[in-house]
């Protein structure tokens, strides 16, 4: 999307959305699509709603709604017209053609709006992924549009069509951007084990996009992060450090931010992104509480945490923006959290307690506790010396016993995929006799 592009959003309700959600939900439903809007540079100059049974298979809105829409855009003159849902190549091509004016879907939306946010190579690497997987199913009639990927990719193959010469390009280039971002994994995983041999617990900052988990950052680290009052400021993730009470170090990573319905492409391509939160020993979920939707966006993360395999891991439920709320959580609320906590990560409000919380919570997760990894599964060995503080190893005849210090999570997962229960497990003790 260009900047200063004019726009008309449009939100379908199909028939089990219209029963489960009243007139607020769609208020906040547009607003965030405004807000996407925004983001990507456009203006939302008018805005359509209409109620279905099912979307259409052709138009996705119906022939009807579709020549009302063209005729509000031709006589405002706008530039585009964006769909707050994920389109079908068919159904782009079809609206764009009864229309005559650029179609943007949900998706494509915030994949631009990533492309623009991108700042390292890594993060430019991975977008562009996500957007050729988007464009791969799309590309009959774009052939003139990637020109760009043309250089050093090749020639046209004997007896290939235009359409087939773009689709291997851009297949090359896929897996081009695949090898490069193994590169970036493995790099990660490097980085991620120096912090397992220096015994560094981690905590992988989420949330719903513009919750506050940057400002928390530089407000707990100084890290100096980029933040802005718009969604997806930042992509990239930054790993720092912190010192918290009772003589407990531990680390900081920053991630990027979810939303609804988050694309599956990008959830492909950030792989190695995501993976910071798989690999982090603790999860810090970032929740703005002075949104009116917050209890539907803490249920997004969750859903999101789930799709990783992440959902089990010990958590810290982060209420921030509690300066701003109109109303505090209940008390029925906060029983539903993991370990929440209130506070304002700008203005500092409540950062003591939290640091305490982060300490007392690695301090009682941690045991220390000795397993017999049997040599024909020397991948849990492997994945200890990953996961965990390896104290000690020693070979026997039928395999290698281990001491760790280790978390609970962890080491329940151990035991299940060994067939045996720890030995001389004690509970936090491995931060105390550092």
């Known amino acids: 999307m260009r900047k200063d592009e004019q726009v008309a959003a449009v939100t379908l309700l199909l028939d089990e959305l219209v029963r489960d959600y009243d007139d607020d939900d ?12 925004r983001t990507a540079g456009g203006t ?15 138009t996705f809105v119906g022939r009807g709604k579709v020549q009302e829409i063209a005729e509000v855009a031709e006589d405002l003159n706008l530039d585009a017209v964006v769909f707050n849902h994920e389109l079908s190549a068919g159904q782009q091509a079809e609206l764009e053609d009864m229309m005559d004016i650029k179609v943007i879907d949900r998706t494509r939306l915030i ?3 990533f492309a623009q946010r991108a700042r390292s190579k890594e993060g430019k690497l991975q977008v562009e992924l996500a957007q050729l997987s988007y464009l791969l199913p799309r590309l009959t009639g774009m052939g003139e549009q990637l020109s760009r990927l043309a250089g050093g990719i090749g020639t046209r193959g004997p007896g290939e069509t235009k359409l087939e010469t773009d689709r291997r390009r851009v297949r090359e280039r896929m897996a081009d951007l695949r090898r490069r971002i193994a590169d970036v994994r493995e790099h990660r995983q490097r980085v991620r084990d120096r912090r397992r041999r220096r015994a560094t617990p981690s905590f992988a900052l989420v949330g719903y996009t513009n919750a506050g988990k940057s400002t928390l950052l530089n407000q707990l680290t100084e890290a100096g992060q980029f933040t802005e009052d718009k969604l997806f400021a930042t992509l990239d993730p930054l790993v720092r450090q912190i010192d918290l009470p009772h003589s407990v170090e531990a680390c900081l990573i920053d991630t990027v ?8 492409q990008l959830m492909a391509a950030f792989r190695a992104t995501l993976e910071e939160i798989t690999q982090a020993d603790y999860i810090m ?11 539907r966006q803490v249920d997004a993360v969750l859903g999101v945490l789930r799709e990783l395999g992440a959902e089990e891991k010990e958590t810290i439920t982060v209420l921030n923006k509690v300066d701003a709320a109109e109303r505090q959580p209940d008390s029925y609320q906060m029983g539903q959290l993991a370990n929440p906590i209130t506070l304002s990560a700008l203005h500092g ?14 301090q009682r997760t941690r045991v220390r506790t000795t397993f017999d990894v049997p040599y024909e599964k020397m991948d849990v060995l492997d994945e200890l010396h990953r996961e965990a503080e390896v104290l000690s190893e020693k070979y026997t005849d039928h395999g290698v016993r281990v001491e760790v210090s280790i978390n609970e999570s ?5 035991s299940s995929r060994l067939g045996q229960v720890p030995d001389d497990q004690e509970k936090g003790d491995a931060q105390n006799e550092q």
């Open 26 to 37: 769609l208020a906040i439903r547009r607003e965030e699509l405004r807000e996407l809007i």
């Open 44 to 58: 939302t100059v008018t805005e359509f709603t209409q109620a279905r049974r099912k979307p259409d298979p052709a």
């Open 111 to 113: 994949l631009d709006i």
């Open 257 to 264: 931010g979810f939303i609804r319905d988050l694309p599956a």
């Open 285 to 295: 979920h970032v929740v703005d509480i002075s949104h009116d939707d917050w209890l």
């Open 349 to 362: 409000i409540h950062l003591e307690e939290l640091r305490e919380l982060m300490s007392e919570l690695i």
């Open 410 to 414: 962890l080491a329940r997962r151990t």
